[in-house]
């Protein structure tokens, strides 16, 4: 099983637009595939006309009083499932701090999934938490956003960093620019330095267009409604550039205890 985390340390960089897009082309290429909307604003959950609810909530999941499959519902799309958002997400952290190695409980919960599921995609709410540590933790590959600014830049470097500092496996990491706007000079410019001679940066960016905005108006995956207009196509290229690098790859089971 395939475990993907889009995530930021900022919010409204266009996470959750490439969960959604990613999870529904992993889906229609025949992957068995699970998106859990982690971010307890639920926009992934509302996009694919989903009720943000889970019985129990948060704290069932977490202390295992409910198994995730029994929270997991269908979407409209052949193969694409979603474990939904639910507002009481908001208090994951309060309850993984109360746990034995909080950082670490992802991956156990997660394990059993890979009898159901090729791919997982795990949209997780911006910041840097116990949720987000345990996250870490749990993903094979973390999709990160960046919108070619020198602040976001910089919150790049930051999460990096705190990769390199981070104990136990650590996941690999891809950025790509997103929500750029190729009229403005900074944004060209970053994008080809970022682009430059790293392996670590897409060479897909997802561009800043009013389509992408309109995901919310649509409730649906552009790669779904316009998969052919500019941006559908670039959600594509990113896909298949998160398909080549972790195509054979799985994330390796949880430890006991751990």
């Given at each position: 099983m ?17 969960a959604?897009?990613l ?9 068995r595939?699970l ?7 639920g ?6 006309r989903v009720r ?8 069932a999941?977490?202390?295992g ?9 269908a979407?409209?799309?052949d193969s ?25 409980l ?8 890979a009898?159901?599921?090729?791919v ?16 870490l933790?749990?993903?094979?590959l ?16 930051q ?12 996941p ?11 009229r ?11 682009s430059?001679?790293?392996s ?24 779904a409604?316009?998969?052919r ?20 790859t ?8 751990r």
């Amino acid at each position: 099983m395939r475990t993907l985390a889009t995530y930021s340390i900022k919010g409204g960089v266009g996470k959750t637009s490439a969960a959604v897009n990613l999870g529904y082309l992993a889906a229609r290429d025949g992957h068995r595939t699970l998106l859990w909307d982690l971010d307890p604003q639920g926009a992934a959950t509302y996009l694919f006309r989903v009720r943000p609810k889970v019985k129990g909530g948060g704290k069932a999941l977490v202390r295992g009083d409910r198994p995730l499959t029994e929270a997991i519902k269908a979407t409209d799309f052949d193969s694409l499932d979603l474990l939904p958002a639910d507002f009481t997400y908001r208090n994951l952290d309060l309850l993984l701090d109360r746990a034995k190695a909080p950082t670490r409980l992802l991956r156990p919960l997660l394990a059993p999934l890979a009898a159901e599921y090729d791919v997982v995609v795990l949209d997780c709410p911006p910041g840097i938490t116990l949720l987000s540590e345990s996250v870490l933790h749990a993903a094979g590959l973390l999709v990160v956003p960046v919108i070619p600014t020198p602040l976001a830049v910089r919150t790049l470097d930051q999460l990096i960093g705190f990769l390199a500092d981070l104990d136990g496996r650590r996941p690999d990491l891809l950025a790509f620019l997103s929500m750029v706007d190729r009229r403005k000079a900074l944004h060209r410019e970053i994008v080809g330095r970022l682009s430059a001679g790293r392996s670590d940066v897409a060479a897909t960016a997802i561009p800043a267009l009013a389509a992408v905005e309109g995901m919310g108006a649509r409730r649906a995956p552009l790669s779904a409604t316009a998969p052919r207009g500019p941006a559908g196509r670039r959600y594509e290229a990113l896909w298949r550039e998160i398909d080549e690098r972790t195509r054979g790859t799985t994330t390796p089971p949880a430890r006991p205890g751990r």
